[in-house]
């Protein structure tokens, strides 16, 4: 499979409880292009759990990367091959997230520190899979240095065959600050992403951490392959629909949210007649008209009717009707 510069343009970060296949439906129903990731699931989860419930997914949600966390090369490279088989286009393993659980599974932004055996790691998966492997890490954990952590890690990947890097750049404090911390309150340094890849001009490098919208994506990405939005583009999915035009050189896949969310609605009556809960997936929409008069009334009608019993898509359906009706009209 290809994997080249252009593979990292723009993707929608692996968020855990957030990016599940409802959030990857709606999200691809808003671009056709941006590479969506699955949340983290663990190797040994995929070796002995649901594994129908861990990776299915909709063909219509390509391209989409599942990530993977943990850190024993034998476990990865078997979990690896199984989502391959289940047809994902891209395998990233979970060198960035600083939990207290993942570190106690020595995954996640500890391996920060273990750049041989990420690299491993990354080896024995390369081995058994033909997709892309891809790392997504910090620029350093703790008192590291960031100069010579990032190099260090960087430099063992690539030699070990990597496809990729996405890079968020801070660093990842693994005692004293919570996993919603370690998002805002390590400094960002843009500066030490685009410093790598000046100095590996031939790996794939985007950024991640901080970007609040395309705009700014677009500035802070100059040099580099590409950029990974997380939360913005979860709470503010709007923006999602920029990313074709603006990035790719594509049409938007439709005119606006309330197109969006139209071409969306047999996808959630094929949820509700399989059993499912609108709340299952309008958890995910909620954010869609932010900055739009209308939009707390949005959310509220959701958060408050989608959860009822038996709600339908009359629910979705009236939400919006209350966002369109306040919006201007054309003169």
């Avoid at 199984?82 to 939990?99: F, K, M, T």
């Avoid at 496809?163 to 911390?181: C, F, N, Q, T, Y």
């Avoid at 030490?192 to 901080?210: D, E, F, S, W």
């Avoid at 950029?227 to 439709?254: C, I, K, N, S, W």
């Amino acid at each position: 499979m290809t994997f080249n510069n252009n593979s990292l343009r723009f993707s929608v970060a692996p968020m855990m409880d957030w990016t599940d296949r409802h959030c990857r439906a709606f999200h691809r129903t808003l671009s056709r292009q941006a590479r969506l990731y699955t949340e983290m699931v663990t190797a040994p989860a995929i070796l002995h759990g649901d594994r129908a419930r861990l990776l299915g997914f909709s063909p219509d949600e390509h391209p989409v990367a599942v990530q993977l966390g943990g850190s024993d090369p034998a476990e990865l490279a078997q979990a690896a091959r199984i989502c391959a088989d289940y047809g994902y286009d891209e395998i990233n393993l979970n060198v960035g997230c600083p939990s207290d659980r993942v570190q106690g599974g020595n995954f996640g932004a500890c391996l920060m520190r273990e750049p041989d055996l990420v690299a491993d790691c990354v080896a024995a998966m390369k081995a058994v899979v033909a997709i892309p492997v891809t790392v997504k890490c910090r620029i350093g954990v703790d008192d590291q240095d960031p100069e010579e952590a990032l190099d260090r890690l960087a430099n063992a990947v690539v030699a070990a065959g990597t496809d990729g890097l996405i890079v968020h750049a801070r660093k990842a404090w693994l005692k004293g600050l919570s996993p919603r911390e370690n998002r805002d309150i390590p400094p960002l340094d843009y500066d030490r992403v685009r410093r790598l890849k000046a100095r590996l001009p031939h790996v794939p490098v985007a950024l991640n951490g901080g970007i609040a919208s395309l705009a700014q994506g677009i500035e802070e990405a100059r040099g580099l392959d590409g950029m990974m939005l997380g939360r913005a583009a979860y709470q503010d999915p709007e923006l999602l629909l920029g990313v074709d035009p603006l990035l790719f050189g594509t049409p938007a896949p439709h005119a606006d949210s309330f197109a969006a969310v139209e071409a969306f609605e047999p996808y959630v009556a094929h949820h509700l007649e399989a059993g499912g809960r609108l709340s299952d997936i309008t958890r995910h929409m909620l954010g869609l008209f932010t900055g739009r008069k209308g939009a707390r009334i949005f959310r509220r009608h959701l958060s408050t009717e989608a959860i009822r019993p038996g709600a339908g898509l009359d629910v979705l359906r009236a939400a919006v009707d209350e966002v369109r009706r306040r919006q201007p009209v054309a003169a």
